[in-house]
């Protein structure tokens, strides 16, 4: 493929002469064959035209998309259904880029249960990319502030993994004293038992609270019957807690039994929020939202594809018997026969014009407003810097993803790297990343930023990483650290990313294959953003760099002391904490940790104090 389809009018004719009239999937590819995106249609012919026809009106990542397409390919199925679970396979399996509607939706947060560790945690998280397939998600929840209370709620009531990392590696920590956690790092429960837990915790998520309460209450009784009267309380206090949950959650709706989904939309010219509330049994349990750029589509296929996406990535057990639409959808017949194939009961879809029903759908679109005029006031700023930056850089679009490396140290003594991340203009610090240099050349007196570059560039953009690409990277530096990056980009075949250098003299902007700098003032809001990621980055890495010698430092003082191997130095810090404290304390207090003889006390008290 040589040449792209809109710049060979003969080549374009003649693939569109040869579309059928059949239901299928088409896969969207570039000059290099890579598949960028795949889609799915009734009728062929109709669908993959209205992408070539001149007057056709397509939002600006369709646009782009299309501009991209050098050729397609078609597989027919027999019917629409099967056409859309083929798409669903296909799209999980080689995630084209262009695939993702809600692409610039990263302002709401995932609950995760991360059951592809052997103790899992519960924490939010903004996922991107690919996803390990054990893990559990929910959401995306509107409102962060309630989903952090229903994590620490969840953390109160059940004895959860507070921590990532263990704190100490002999004893389990605090946690475990107060019952917070059941002494995950020193394995005193087994994985079987705490997995329990969390299924415990996970149907409270789904707003299964009341076959919880029911299950608890006989463990209660048989505890009390048993006369393990702690272990009942506990289970005592579990209830309460639930109930008390359940009571907020309630809401005056009809059938409080069925499970129900219902869906709205606000939209102005710019952009388009979805809200889905989340009702079980007369429970609000989840308040979800999406957003992304204003499109050309009506309400009702819109609101069909959004369902389609969130749909896909639930499991049948949290799909709803019944769901309610603000605005018809165009092949409801279709969504509901795969629904309801997926849950294994009768899925419904319903646009309730009057009732109850229709008071529901009426509270979620006011609260799709009220988001609406919220994430209006609050992009307008970061919106405009991102849109001077596409302006600026020559950028296909507006940079929705930033990712800005520096590199920190003192004469070439621990050499370290940051990267820190901005999405929509704003930190997304669950994505920074510190990297200890590993180099060999590079060490005291010998320092290379040219090469530490390189090698942290190197190891974020290596092969088969599941990460998501950033949309435009920013480099801490001149031409030399520009061109470093840039060398190792092209190597790895990742050198289609836009990427530029911010030198801090003159607050210079560098372009790969530009010899004159790019130069703002300083009120412009392209490069105030610049300038905060980069003083970001720098930051992020000058901390980590400070901390390396600080624990190089102190090891190196201890290290001088005769007879004190690591594990001793070990012992010392984790009961003085530092080095000036150990300094204060007596031959007693130093006797007394484990490890350390009354002999040694003397020896590590002289070396401080040698008068």
Same mark, same amino acid.
Request: proline content about 7%.
């Given at each position: ?13 003649? +693939? ?15 000059? !290099?064959?890579?598949?960028?995106? &795949?889609?799915? /249609? ?17 939002? %600006? ?51 995760? &249960? ?7 945690? &519960?924490? @939010?998280?903004?996922? =991107?990319?690919? =996803? ?15 989903? $952090? ?42 994985? /079987? ?5 969390? !299924? !415990?915790?996970?149907q409270v998520i789904q707003g299964k609270t009341d ?47 069925? *499970? ?24 609000l349990i989840g308040r979800l939202g999406f957003s ?20 896909? *990535? ?70 405009? /810097? ?12 507006? %940079? ?15 050499? @370290? ?19 200890? &240099? =590993? ?16 090698? @942290?560039?190197? +190891? +974020? ?5 599941? !990460? ?27 050198? $289609? ?36 990621? +980069?003083?970001? /980055? ?6 980590? $760099? ?44 130093i006797a007394g940790v484990p490890g350390i003889s ?14």
């Open positions: 493929m040589s040449t792209l389809l809109l710049q060979d009018s003969e080549r374009l004719a003649l +693939r569109m002469s040869e579309l059928p009239v059949d239901p299928g999937v088409y896969l969207m590819k570039d000059l !290099e064959g890579a598949v960028i995106y &795949i889609g799915k /249609a009734k009728n062929l012919r109709n669908r993959v035209r209205t992408y070539f026809q001149a007057g056709t009106e397509h939002s %600006p990542k369709t646009q782009i998309m299309v501009q991209q397409v050098a050729d397609f390919e078609l597989i027919l199925t027999d019917t629409e259904a099967e056409a859309l679970t083929l798409e669903e396979n296909l799209v999980k399996d080689r995630q084209p880029r262009y695939n993702i509607l809600l692409k610039d939706d990263k302002q709401y947060p995932f609950l995760c &249960i991360t059951w592809s560790e052997e103790y899992p945690r &519960i924490l @939010v998280c903004r996922p =991107r990319g690919y =996803r390990k397939p054990k893990d559990k998600y929910f959401g995306p929840y509107v409102d962060a502030g309630a989903l $952090h209370e229903t994590v620490k709620f969840l953390k109160r009531v059940f004895p959860l993994r507070q921590r990532p990392t263990p704190v100490f590696k002999d004893r389990p920590c605090i946690n475990y004293d107060m019952g917070r956690c059941p002494g995950i790092c020193q394995r005193l429960i087994t994985p /079987a038992d705490y997995r329990r837990t969390i !299924e !415990e915790a996970q076959e919880l309460v029911q299950a608890l209450e006989v463990r209660m009784g048989d505890a009390a019957e048993e006369l393990h009267f702690e272990a009942a309380a506990k289970f005592r206090d579990q209830i309460q807690n639930l109930e008390m949950l359940s009571e907020r959650q309630k809401m005056s709706i009809p059938d409080p039994g069925i *499970s129900r989904d219902a869906v709205a939309l606000a939209a102005d010219s710019y952009r388009v929020v979805v809200q889905i509330f989340q009702v079980r049994k007369g429970k992304f750029q204003a499109t050309q589509e009506e309400p009702g296929p819109l609101l069909q594809t959004v369902l389609e996406k969130h749909y896909r *990535s639930l499991d049948p057990e949290d799909l709803p018997l019944e769901i309610l639409t603000q605005y018809e959808l165009p092949t409801p017949e279709l969504l509901e026969a795969w629904l309801s194939e997926s849950k294994g009961r009768k899925v419904t879809i319903k646009a309730p014009q009057r009732q109850m029903k229709a008071e529901l759908i009426e509270l979620v679109v006011r609260n799709a407003e009220l988001e609406l005029q919220r994430l209006t006031r609050s992009s307008d700023v970061h919106q405009q /810097a991102l849109v001077r930056l596409m302006e600026v850089l020559d950028l296909p679009s507006p %940079p929705q993803r930033l990712e800005c490396y520096d590199i920190s140290h003192i004469q070439g003594t621990d050499t @370290v790297a940051s990267r820190v991340v901005f999405v929509n203009g704003k930190p997304c610090k669950a994505d920074y990343r510190h990297y200890k &240099i =590993r180099d060999p050349k590079i060490q005291a007196g010998q320092p290379d930023d040219f090469a530490s570059m390189a090698e @942290v560039i190197g +190891r +974020r953009f290596k092969p088969n990483q599941s !990460e998501e690409l950033p949309d435009l990277v920013v480099i801490d530096g001149g031409k030399g650290q520009l061109s470093s990056a840039r060398a190792v980009m092209e190597e790895l075949g990742v050198d $289609h990313l836009p990427t530029i250098g911010l030198a801090k003299r003159m607050e210079e902007i560098f372009k790969p294959q530009q010899s004159k700098p790019i130069l703002l003032d300083h009120r412009d809001v392209g490069l105030q953003l610049l300038q905060q990621i +980069r003083d970001e /980055a720098h930051r992020f890495a000058i901390t980590y $760099h400070r901390n390396l010698r600080g624990k190089r430092m102190t090891t190196s003082a201890l290290d001088e002391i005769p007879g004190l191997g690591p594990s001793r130095q070990d012992s010392l810090l984790k009961r003085f904490s530092s080095v000036p404290k150990l300094c204060k304390a007596s031959i007693e207090e009354q002999k040694l006390a003397r020896v590590i008290y002289s070396h401080f104090h040698p008068s």
